[in-house]
């Protein structure tokens, strides 16, 4: 149980760490063109985000892939500027199920990715352990959890932001996506370029 423990907090802690904000950016354009009513779909595409996530970790920690950290760091951040471009260019739109399918494939490798950014970190605190699979799986059941507070965090102020301050959904989710689309272009520039 303790073990358990360790893993599930770490897995809070690398969703909720302020200085990690990356996976916080790319859940917030991820989800902020939805409302409660969509939980099922929000649901969807941040588990198999997770999923992604996981199995970038397990491919990386068996040794079946491998990324150099900076160019996996970069793609993460490539990720949210996708999102948050697709966000802008589709805000006040109808979804409709092939948006969905086209969403989940992208939620899925954009999963893959992030997954593979923590992967050297990961396979440094496991590199004692024997048995690998199980940590990693109670590692992602907190980055579901933690996960699941950043949706609910978004959700709750795109109601208040709609519902409250009157704002459109289109005009939130263009707002938020451009906040983030420039943090996430700041972020490139000072690191990467």
């Known amino acids: 149980m303790n073990d358990f423990l360790i893993y599930f907090k770490l897995g809070l802690n690398h969703v909720l760490d302020l200085n990690g904000y990356d996976h916080v950016l790319f859940l917030i354009v991820l989800t902020v ?3 409660f009513k969509d939980w099922k779909r929000v649901f969807w595409l ?3 985000f997770t999923i992604g996530h996981t199995l970038s970790l397990i491919l990386s920690t068996y040794g079946v892939i491998s990324v150099k950290a900076n160019l996996a760091e970069l793609l993460v951040y ?17 979804s409709n199920k092939t948006k969905l399918v086209l969403l989940l ?25 024997s048995g690998k699979l199980v940590p990693m799986l109670e590692f992602a059941l907190g980055v579901e959890v933690a996960q699941i507070i950043v949706v ?6 795109s109601f208040v932001f709609q519902t409250i301050f009157r704002f459109s959904k289109r005009d939130w989710v263009m ?11 700041h972020i490139i520039d000072v690191n990467f370029i």
Request: no cysteine.
């Open 152 to 157: 609910l965090v978004v959700l709750v102020l």
């Open 105 to 129: 494939i992208a939620a899925l490798f954009f999963g893959l990715i992030h997954g593979l950014a923590f992967s050297n970190y990961f396979k440094t605190i496991t590199s004692g352990v």
């Open 78 to 94: 490539i990720t949210i500027l996708a999102t948050a471009l697709f966000n802008i260019f589709t805000a006040g739109k109808n």
């Open 175 to 185: 707002v938020v996506s451009a906040i983030v689309l420039g943090i996430a272009i």
């Open 33 to 35: 063109a939805y409302t």
């Open 46 to 48: 941040v588990t198999v």
